[in-house]
């Protein structure tokens, strides 16, 4: 199976950053995509930015320019660097991959999720 952990949320004023990191782990035969989702209080959880293996990125409106995707595959690493963030953006943000486990046969893909970290931007 696969594993993923996130770090690197906490604190942080308006206007600062914060720099996430999820590592996947585990049998894996290859990644596919990997991407960022945010769940704040009373709110569905949501796409906040994605990559795919290809270098693909994709962002939330909300988020275009100020945040940024990227993902170093020998590590099996995305990264989300966030800049001029906002009381909004506070939330847990979970990591996400879609990948191929190691396995018998044809494996499909499956979307795997980390346990989340918290978020917390104070005006």
Same mark, same amino acid.
């Given at each position: 199976?696969?594993? !993923?952990?996130?770090?690197? +949320?906490? !604190?942080?004023?308006?206007?600062? #950053? !914060? ?5 996947? #782990?585990?049998? $894996?035969?290859? $990644?596919?995509?990997? +991407? ?5 209080? +009373?709110?569905?959880?949501? @796409?906040?930015?994605? $990559?795919?293996?290809?270098?693909? *990125?994709?962002?939330?409106? #909300? ?5 940024? $995707? ?14 001029? !963030? ?17 396995? @018998? ?10 346990? +989340?970290?918290?978020? *917390?931007?104070? #005006?």
């Amino acid at each position: 199976q696969v594993q !993923l952990v996130e770090s690197g +949320g906490g !604190l942080v004023q308006a206007g600062g #950053s !914060l720099r996430l990191s999820c590592v996947a #782990s585990g049998s $894996i035969f290859t $990644i596919n995509a990997m +991407g960022w989702y945010r769940q704040a209080p +009373g709110k569905q959880r949501e @796409l906040v930015a994605r $990559i795919t293996n290809s270098g693909t *990125t994709n962002y939330a409106d #909300s988020v275009k320019g100020r945040f940024t $995707i990227s993902r170093d595959k020998a590590k099996n690493t995305v990264y989300l660097q966030m800049n001029s !963030l906002k009381a909004e953006d506070t939330g847990v943000y979970y990591c996400s991959t879609n990948a191929v486990p190691y396995g @018998l046969g044809y494996v499909p893909s499956s979307d795997y999720w980390g346990q +989340g970290t918290q978020v *917390t931007v104070s #005006s």
